[in-house]
């Protein structure tokens, strides 16, 4: 078992709205939110977002929780 916590979709967006990304359009599964100059495409069929992914885009982008 890992101790890395798990993301739920409805709470991932809730820390991209904090960082400035809103709902520009769903396409099939995926949302794709965007701050004016990046874009992000996220899963919002499931329940959960995979971790490994969840945590790259923490990374990446510099998200405060």
């Known amino acids: 078992m890992s101790n890395q916590r798990i993301y739920k979709t409805r709470d991932f967006i809730t820390v991209l709205n904090k960082n400035g990304f809103n709902l520009v ?10 701050n004016g100059k990046k874009s992000i495409a996220i899963t919002i069929k499931g329940k959960e977002i995979n971790r490994m992914i969840a945590r790259r885009l923490i990374k990446e982008n510099g998200f405060v929780m």
Not at 25 to 34: L, Q, T, V
């Open 25 to 34: 359009r769903i396409r099939g599964d995926h949302g794709i939110f965007s």
